[in-house]
């Protein structure tokens, strides 16, 4: 990032109403603790989550295949 670009921030930030401070706030903690939830349950069981992925491309390459 420039210089400027980094001191346009905190400006752009006190322009938003606290109303929408907030809920990008409560945003970003959802997409935190979404991420958290994956990365625990990946630790817990990592070849599951593996299954799961290659389950889910094989499903989406059948279907690319009856269209084509």
Do not use: D, T, V
């Not at 630790?43 to 889910?56: T, V, Y």
Request: proline content about 3%; hydrophobic content about 25%.
């Amino acid at each position: 990032m420039s210089k400027n670009h980094k001191a346009k921030l905190p400006k752009q930030e006190k322009e938003l109403s606290r109303e929408k401070r907030l809920e990008r706030e409560n945003e970003l903690l959802r997409l935190e603790n979404a991420y958290l939830k994956k990365l625990k349950a990946f630790q817990e069981n990592p070849n599951a989550s593996l299954e799961n992925h290659k389950q889910r491309w094989h499903s989406s390459s059948k279907k690319s295949n009856i269209c084509g």
